[in-house]
């Protein structure tokens, strides 16, 4: 049997001739072993360990116009002689703009990983000015997908993985802009913009 009808048996409930193995193995680590961290390094991984490619950085998408005035821009801010990088990273709404930061490379042997040390959305009037910008955007959905990359993928694996896709969920959307534990507090004190935002992230979700 191949890596792909093994797992496949396994999923179906099947017996397969032998265990298959599918690990997750991250971006991370890939570029810890070839220096890369695409989703063709991720499949290389999974050929030297023997495993079946599952999941990993395979990227597909809805297509929407984004309207005037809303971006997400970043840039960097400093790079640092140990190798640390911060980075600003900007939410422009045509009504205001919020600015965070970004940290990566402070982990000399895992410089991919990266951390938000001030996040750009703080204030109930940042939600409302985000979530009139994201409603916009929701309603600009052009009707394209875009699943180029998944079916590159498929042609490249053949036999040896399963590609797929992830979608991330409303609620790491917005906690991603907040931070955690603000986010947390303002499901307790804002609940009713909170479900409008739920409810705008799960609409540009759908189209997915």
């Known amino acids: 049997m191949t890596q792909k009808q093994r797992f496949l048996a396994a999923v179906k409930g099947e017996q397969p001739d032998i265990v298959p193995v599918a690990p997750l193995v991250h971006s991370r680590f890939a570029h810890t072993t070839l220096g890369r961290t695409d989703w063709q390094a991720v499949f290389e991984v999974h050929q030297r360990i023997g495993s079946c490619h599952h999941r990993g950085p395979i990227g597909c998408s809805a297509g929407f116009r984004s309207p005037e005035g809303y971006s997400e821009p970043a840039r960097e801010l400093e790079r640092a002689p140990d190798g640390r990088v911060t980075s600003e990273w900007k939410i422009v709404t045509p009504k205001r703009t919020m600015v965070g930061e970004r940290v990566s490379g402070f982990i000399p042997h895992d410089p991919v990983i990266s951390t938000t ?74 609940p009713d913009l909170m479900e409008e935002l739920f409810e705008v992230e799960r609409r540009m979700m759908e189209k997915h």
């Open 117 to 190: 040390t001030d996040y750009p959305i703080k204030t109930e009037e940042d939600w409302r000015a985000f979530l009139e910008a994201r409603q916009l955007l929701a309603n600009g959905f052009t009707g394209e997908y875009h699943y180029g990359t998944v079916a590159e993928a498929v042609e490249l694996m053949g036999e040896d993985g399963m590609p797929s896709c992830g979608l991330g969920p409303a609620y790491t959307s917005l906690a991603s802009r907040r931070g955690m534990q603000g986010f947390m507090t303002d499901l307790l004190d804002y």
